[in-house]
């Protein structure tokens, strides 16, 4: 086992790679009550089409991702929350783009727990009846999404930047795509993407880390699994514009939802984490709570409390997301989007700059007291290819002429795309 000292942030991480390929990351976190676990798998909803490591080239349906998490808590002897819970732990899981995540938090128990997070995970139980039965609930759930503003404006947002990458699609697929599934689809994806050399384990909290360590090990030393290999998403060519200019529906809400970005190319290999760093900062440095734009906004009643902005990124695809709820959409878009253009000309003040790397390295620091947090960002930086404990060190490296230039390129009047929710009966 290794282990890899950050003075700075006082931690000690300590890691080893089992002879299956499982990469295991453990936090100690002296004084700490609360463990958090996560079994992260690199597979998520963009992940309909791929080559697996035999070579053979498979489609699937959307929503399989996320349905195959929602199978993984059945067993024959019932279900697997109420076993945490008479271990006194809180368990969940959750799909996003590019990675389904199942955890744990206890703060007794630990060592049962953690044996009955990898005993269920890699141990799927799908039978004709059971995915069928999970059918009507997956399907109950995807019209309960159709009639929440909240996610419908977010991704419709989305479908207005892309045309052809499954980025587009929601998590859960369709009603048509999730009937389609069948058990056999479910263990061709289980077999290729639940393989431990692609997967992460991460336990952080008061634990001792050679004692977890050496429990994961020899609970994974007893366990067989096929030779693991190369896993090829194929995904169809993007164009750099986007799908539509603007997307719109009603629904019966008390205001308006708006949000809107820009599309651009995703950064490959290691300059993924530091453009998304710079790009959360440019971000918050031109709208952010404490910017003067934020003030304005918000005196003229543009905008409320829940104004915020996010940058996402991952295989294939990149974009900015502004926005939240307001009286006057095609005001809110004309002021935010002239300033950022205008920002974008002139460039961010070095005060500004300064000011906000310093925001943003604080909320940084804050969330280290989170085991929840370290956990989920430690995974997510680690699949595309960063190390959450280097954050600090790259916030303090980036420059002023590197978050101007990343507004630059950004700020592209021809890939901006905007979604809008308005009162009204749907």
């Excluded at 059918?135 to 996610?151: A, H, L, S, T």
């Excluded at 308006?256 to 950064?267: I, R, S, T, V």
Aim: with cysteine.
């Amino acid at each position: 086992m290794a282990k890899t000292a950050y003075p700075k942030l006082q931690e000690t991480l300590w890691h080893e790679t089992l002879d299956n390929g499982l990469e295991v990351f453990v936090l100690p976190k002296p004084g700490f009550t609360k463990t958090y676990a996560t079994f992260t798998t690199r597979y998520g909803s963009v992940d309909n089409h791929f080559t697996r490591p035999d070579g053979e080239t498979i489609k699937v349906p959307d929503g399989i991702a996320h349905f195959l998490e929602h199978k993984m808590f059945e067993e024959p002897e019932g279900d697997i929350f109420s076993k945490f819970a008479s271990q006194g732990a809180s368990a969940n899981a959750y799909t996003s783009f590019d990675r389904t995540v199942y955890l744990f938090t206890a703060t007794g128990e630990v060592e049962a727990n953690l044996d009955t997070l990898l005993h269920f995970v890699q141990n799927p139980y799908f039978t004709d009846e059971n995915v069928e039965k999970e059918k009507g609930i997956i399907v109950q759930e995807i019209e309960m999404y159709r009639d929440n503003p909240d996610w419908r404006v977010y991704f419709g947002l989305i479908e207005a930047m892309y045309s052809h990458h499954p980025v587009h699609i929601d998590i859960a697929g369709t009603a048509e795509s999730v009937r389609s599934i069948t058990k056999e689809m479910l263990y061709d994806c289980y077999r290729t993407f639940y393989h431990p050399s692609n997967m992460t384990l991460f336990v952080v909290g008061g634990i001792d880390p050679e004692e977890t360590l050496a429990r994961i090990r020899k609970d994974q030393s007893g366990k067989k699994f096929p030779q693991g290999g190369e896993i090829t998403r194929l995904f169809e060519p993007e164009p750099p514009q986007v799908n539509r200019e603007r997307q719109e529906l009603t629904l019966p809400v008390s205001l308006p939802k708006c949000l809107f970005g820009f599309k651009e190319e995703p950064a490959g290999g290691s300059d993924a984490v530091r453009r998304e760093l710079a790009s959360k900062l440019m971000l918050e440095a031109v709208l952010g709570s404490s910017s003067p734009l934020y003030q304005r906004l918000y005196d003229d009643n543009l905008i409320s409390d829940g104004f915020g902005h996010e940058y996402n990124t991952g295989p294939g695809y990149a974009f900015s997301m502004i926005g939240g709820e307001t009286r006057d959409p095609d005001e809110l878009v004309s002021r935010v989007t002239q300033e950022l253009y205008e920002a974008a000309r002139t460039g961010i003040s070095r005060d500004i700059f300064e000011r906000t790397r310093r925001k943003k390295i604080g909320a940084f620091l804050r969330m280290m007291n989170s085991p929840e947090s370290i956990a989920s960002e430690f995974t997510r930086y680690r699949h595309k290819g960063g190390d959450l404990f280097k954050v600090v060190e790259l916030y303090e490296s980036l420059t002023l002429e590197e978050i101007n230039e990343r507004l630059k390129q950004h700020a592209d009047p021809k890939r901006l795309a905007v979604s809008v929710v308005r009162s009204g009966t749907a």
